[in-house]
């Protein structure tokens, strides 16, 4: 089953407004990566995060691997129609291992 | 640059029958990964092979499926018996091998089967 909480599980705002949604887990993560998926396309790898406190900045996109290992945010400022889609979370709990874990995802809709 | 290519898009058959699909990772990627989403379920790895060799089957559901890998540049995933349970969305994702668990992984558009 899933090891990832994500939440919200959806979120409705209006364009202009600043996103946030986090990731977190019982157990420690190695890794960390923000997906988006978008309606009849696989994920799109967003940003990757590898040491723990690490910020990461993809545009209005910023991503923050937490200190602890087992939490991570994602930050979309000044949202745009074009932000709408479903982020998921995902990690890895080994260096040894390509083994993903995903998170449950979060539906964004943006209402310009 | 190509990305990860499967195929096909979409599969409509009868329960029963032999299902095949087929993925194309980034080429000088490494690793390839096997993925099924459903409403219920999210996204599920099924299995992954590092340099062609299957190195974590846990995720396949049960006999009915079988995936292979026989060269770098070609995979497939098969359901033989096919079951209405196993209507989702299938993607293939790969990445490069040089630092495994580090290394970002690249999918597909997916599968969108349909078992009637």
């Known amino acids: 089953g899933q090891q990832l909480n994500q939440s919200p599980q959806s979120m409705f705002i209006q364009e202009g407004e600043d996103v946030s949604m986090n990731c977190t887990s019982s157990?420690?993560?190695?890794?960390w990566l923000w997906y988006k998926q978008e309606p009849g396309e696989g994920p799109v790898l967003l940003i990757a995060l590898y040491k723990a406190g690490e910020l990461t900045s993809n545009g209005r996109l910023t991503a923050q691997f937490g200190i602890t290992r087992k939490d991570s945010f994602l930050n979309i400022s000044a949202s745009i129609p074009s932000d709408v889609g479903i982020y998921f979370c995902?990690?890895?709990?080994?260096?040894?291992?390509?083994?993903?874990?995903f998170g449950q995802g979060t539906t964004l809709q943006v209402k310009p | 640059d190509a990305g990860v290519i499967q195929s096909p898009r979409h599969e409509v058959t009868e329960m029963g029958q032999e299902v095949t699909l087929r993925c194309k990772p980034i080429?000088?990627?490494?690793?390839l990964f096997w993925y099924r989403q459903t409403m219920m379920r999210g996204l599920e790895l099924l299995i992954y092979f590092n340099n062609n060799v299957p190195i974590d089957d846990s995720g396949m559901p049960e006999d009915r499926f079988s995936a292979k890998m026989p060269n770098a540049s070609f995979s497939t995933l098969k359901i033989q018996p096919s079951e209405p349970r196993d209507s989702a969305v299938y993607f293939c994702?790969?990445?490069?091998?040089?630092?495994?668990?580090?290394?970002?992984?690249?999918f597909g558009d997916g599968t969108r089967l349909s078992i009637l």
């Open positions: 080429s000088g990627h490494n690793s």
């Open positions: 157990s420690i993560f190695n890794t």
């Open positions: 995902a990690g890895t709990r080994s260096s040894n291992t390509g083994k993903l874990i």
């Open positions: 994702a790969s990445s490069q091998y040089s630092n495994p668990g580090n290394q970002p992984q690249h």
